[in-house]
C-alpha cells in the first residue's frame, strides 16, 4: 500500500553539496491539524519520471530551510538537521508500519508508527500536504498487517 506522505525535515548534507541525501516524512492528524513524524526516506534514488535524483528534483520544491520545526508539526526523538514548511507530498513504500517511539506519529498519544525500510517512489505534485495519509489510516494499516 503506497502512503503519500509530507516532507517535514532534511538530513544527510554533504560539505561539497547542498543537496540532502534523507527526508523526514510524515503523515496528517487532521483532527488536531498536525503533522506527525513517520520515518526517514532516502533521497538519492533516481526518479524515473526525469532521470534526477529524487534530492535534485526536490532542491526546487521545499522552499526555505528552517531551525525549528512549524507549529503543526510533531517530531518525536530523531530530529532532521533542518526543517522545511510540510507543503510537499511524496509517495512512498514500506515493508511493514512499526511500533515505536522514535517519531511522533500516534492517533492516541500512547502508540506510535514508524516506517520499516521505506522508500520513495515519486513525487506528488497533485496533492496538497492536507490530502496526505492520514495518522488514521497509518494506525489502521498497522492492525491490518498483523
Known amino acids: 500500500e503506497p502512503l503519500d506522505l509530507v ?3 532534511l538530513s544527510g ?23 506527525q513524524a513517520l520515518g526517514f526516506v532516502n ?3 533516481q526518479n524515473p519520471a526525469t532521470g534526477n535524483l529524487f534530492a535534485e528534483d526536490l532542491c526546487s520544491l521545499l522552499g526555505k530551510e528552517r531551525t525549528v520545526p512549524p507549529k503543526n508539526v510533531e517530531i518525536g526523538t530523531k530530529e532532521p538537521e533542518v526543517y522545511v514548511t510540510p507543503n510537499v507530498v511524496i509517495e512512498v513504500r514500506a515493508m511493514n508500519i512499526d511500533r515505536g517511539k522514535d ?39 498497522h492492525r491490518q498487517q498483523r
Open 103 to 141: 517519531f511522533a506519529c500516534s492517533v492516541d498519544g500512547k502508540t506510535f508508527y514508524s516506517l520499516r525500510i521505506a522508500y520513495l517512489r515519486s513525487i506528488r505534485e497533485d496533492k496538497t500536504a492536507r490530502q496526505a495519509t492520514t495518522t488514521e489510516f497509518v494506525a489502521a494499516y
Open 7 to 9: 516532507i517535514l525535515g
Open 43 to 45: 533521497l538519492r534514488r
Open 13 to 35: 548534507s554533504e560539505s561539497q553539496s547542498s543537496a540532502y541525501s534523507q527526508a523526514l516524512v510524515g503523515s496528517y492528524l487532521p483532527e488536531r491539524d498536525v503533522y
